[in-house]
């Protein structure tokens, strides 16, 4: 009866919109409300046309009878008229990709129940499925002379059967299903559940229709989207075909492919990534991005460039310490890319020399629920015009255009019919010493609508996972929800965040949770000394690598009134040979393997410390996890279970790491921190 109470209290105290006593003084305008996940809409994988006058791009939304998101295709020109869609209904419209010359697009759809590719002519609007695929194509690239696409699919393959011996199965015995032998490593992942066995491969198709060719071969996974030769007969890409690459998953290499003969010329060497090469319009040359593997939590990556031949590779750019991202090529003498910086994301212009011109910021909006960064951009070479996702806390992603001789534009506003008449959280940023060493650490302050600074308010302090990621001045639908029920939301990038740099980002390496806990606890106190927070009210929350550091510091303080642990690792050992990538995980977070370095792995465990729990902690996960799997939760349920610590384990059922892969789970999610915040906080705070 409690889990059933908890459940209905909780979804009505946030799909109604109605705050906690705390939160009961008198707006300026309607609050967010949980409904309102189902109308925000928010634009993606922008297009701009070869000769910058039109825009394609992807208009997503919720569906609320499916409970997914969908997405169409809209076309609108660079001055932001003539805005209207290419595609309708309930299916879902991807990957658009102009031709060279810009006569047609090439996209992916699910309209005909699997995903296929389709083109339309742009003059007439005709449009034509051209594949009868049975998996789902990605990573499109038309070929300079039109004729082609490139795309990468995956091939299955069958698994290797043993030689077992069995009795025959009497005629019409109902015996149980066959057993399954797996023998590889990476058996299943978030998100995609079991594994089949196979390899992604690059193919090759007429762009007038046809059987789709696998250029490609091997035991290995072939990276798309692949970038064409000029003269339309190699496609370069990325590929790790070590044969012990489930190993050494991150030392990927350039290669260039005959797509007619399917001779295969390796073009890069080292240790470490070599991925995502664009070959110059002249095809002298090929841009790539990487980073040489010193097995670090957190590398930096960098651009580089090469003859077309992998003679002379080098480093373009040394002086930016940030990672570099959507690599475009502008003509043969520079290029476009995109970097975080301090929380916000960058549009870079950078020279054949190595200067880097920052062109914009606020680039983002494609993360829904939290403040992460992403962000989409394209560039018309012919005319250096751009367009980009932009967001601000008050919108998720718009797309927002400039170029050489135009001002930055602002050309859709997908959420004004929701959000405008809105009273949303205001966020402004805060920045404070480390307790630890002295260290500034930049977070945001979300204030309630209608807050006021004389009154007193509960304070939540909000973290982010990864824990290489970063937090910024972007819409979160999570954020405001909690503000719109009263809150003053604390969200921060401590040490280990990225967009700060590769040494700041490594201060956590083989020292996570360590002292990040100290950054988080100065920060709560800078909030403090504002003068409005409630320090009977503090509460936590966060959600994987954010679940680690919650689970994590209530193990070192009992400061906090109640906290909300959500998909975390609680065991280190057992996160390893449970996770999606054990491969990856041990090499580069650890400095061993887990039976090596017990000691290690445990002195760092958030179980380690459950003993001194006195903080009542309700568990979030979703039970199809596979990156921090539910076994980690139902650990830690357990333990807080033996040490009298008030608990509650909330199961998300078919949901993966995300959680918020469906607006009720992301719904659910906040509704239950919410409820359990109230059933723990002190008396209310706010005056009437």
Do not use: C
């Amino acid at each position: 009866m409690t889990r059933v109470s908890l459940g209905l209290a909780a979804l009505a105290l946030v799909a109604s919109g109605a705050a906690p006593a705390w939160a009961q003084e008198a707006d300026s305008g309607q609050r967010f409300e949980a409904a309102d996940i189902f109308q925000l809409e928010w634009a993606a994988n922008p297009q701009i046309s070869p000769d910058g006058a039109h825009i394609v791009y992807v208009r997503s939304f919720m569906d609320i009878m499916t409970d997914r998101s969908r997405s169409n295709l809209w076309i609108i020109d660079f001055d932001g008229s003539n805005h209207r869609p290419l595609t309708s209904g309930n299916n879902n419209y991807n990957s658009p990709r102009w031709s060279v010359n810009g006569d047609r697009l090439a996209y992916v759809s699910s309209q005909d129940g699997t995903a296929q590719i389709y083109v339309r002519w742009m003059d007439t609007g005709e449009t034509a499925k051209i594949t009868n695929l049975t998996e789902s194509p990605s990573g499109l690239t038309w070929s300079p002379d039109g004729a082609w696409l490139a795309l990468s699919m995956f091939v299955p393959k069958p698994r290797t059967a043993w030689a077992v011996d069995l009795p025959t199965r009497p005629e019409g015995a109902e015996w149980a299903d066959p057993v399954v032998v797996i023998e590889e490593m990476n058996y299943r992942a978030d998100g995609q559940g079991y594994l089949e066995v196979g390899n992604s491969h690059l193919f090759v198709l007429p762009a007038d229709g046809g059987t789709p060719r696998q250029v490609t071969s091997g035991d290995f996974d072939h990276g798309g989207p692949a970038s064409w030769t000029p003269d339309s007969g190699s496609l370069v890409f990325s590929a790790n075909r070590r044969e012990d690459a489930e190993f050494e998953p991150n030392d990927s290499e350039v290669y260039r492919i005959d797509v007619t003969t399917g001779a295969l010329t390796q073009l890069t060497d080292r240790r470490g990534p070599d991925g995502n090469p664009i070959v110059s319009p002249d095809g002298s040359m090929i841009a790539y991005l990487g980073f040489d593997d010193r097995y670090q939590g957190y590398q930096v990556t960098k651009l580089y460039v090469m003859n077309a031949d992998g003679s002379q590779r080098r480093m373009l750019v040394d002086g930016l310490d940030r990672d570099l991202s959507g690599l475009r090529w502008e003509g043969n003498d520079g290029f476009w890319a995109q970097y975080d910086t301090e929380g916000n994301t960058k549009l870079a212009h950078i020279t054949m020399g190595g200067e880097v011109h920052t062109a914009a910021g606020n680039l983002g909006g494609l993360s829904l629920g939290r403040p992460y960064s992403g962000a989409q951009f394209s560039v018309a070479t012919s005319t250096s015009r751009f367009v980009f996702t932009y967001s601000t806390p008050e919108h998720p992603a718009d797309l927002m255009v400039g170029g050489p001789s135009d001002d930055f534009v602002r050309i859709t506003h997908l959420n004004d019919d929701v959000l405008a008449h809105k009273s949303l959280a205001k966020v402004e940023e805060i920045w404070w010493e480390s307790s630890y060493d002295g260290r500034r650490m930049q977070g945001w302050i979300a204030t309630p609508p209608g807050f006021d600074p004389s009154q007193k308010y509960p304070l939540m302090l909000e973290i982010h996972g990864g824990p290489f990621a970063n937090y910024g001045d972007r819409f979160a639908a999570e954020i405001q929800l909690y503000a719109a029920a009263g809150f003053v939301v604390l969200y921060t990038n401590p040490r280990g965040s990225t967009s700060y740099g590769e040494e700041f980002g490594n201060l956590i390496h083989h020292n996570y949770p360590g002292e990040d806990y100290d950054d988080l606890m100065s920060g709560v106190d800078a909030v403090i000394a504002l003068g409005y927070i409630d320090e009977d009210n503090l509460f936590v929350t966060g959600g994987s690598g954010g679940g680690v550091l919650t689970s994590w510091i209530v193990g070192k303080t009992d400061r906090f009134t109640a906290a909300a642990v959500q998909k975390p690792v609680i065991n280190w050992y057992s996160f390893v040979l449970n996770s999606d990538g054990p491969g990856f995980f041990y090499r580069y977070w650890f400095p061993g393997l887990p039976w090596d370095d017990e000691r290690h792995y445990m002195s760092r465990s958030p179980i380690s410390l459950v003993g001194n729990v006195t903080t009542p902690a309700m568990l979030v996960t979703g039970e199809s996890d596979y990156r921090t799997p539910i076994s980690e939760t139902e650990q830690y349920y357990a333990a807080l279970k033996l040490e009298h610590v008030p608990t509650a384990m909330v199961r998300i059922p078919d949901a993966g790491h995300g959680i918020a892969g469906r607006p009720s789970n992301l719904i659910a999610k906040v509704a239950h921190i919410l409820a359990w915040f109230e059933r723990y906080k002190k008396t209310p705070v706010v005056s009437q």
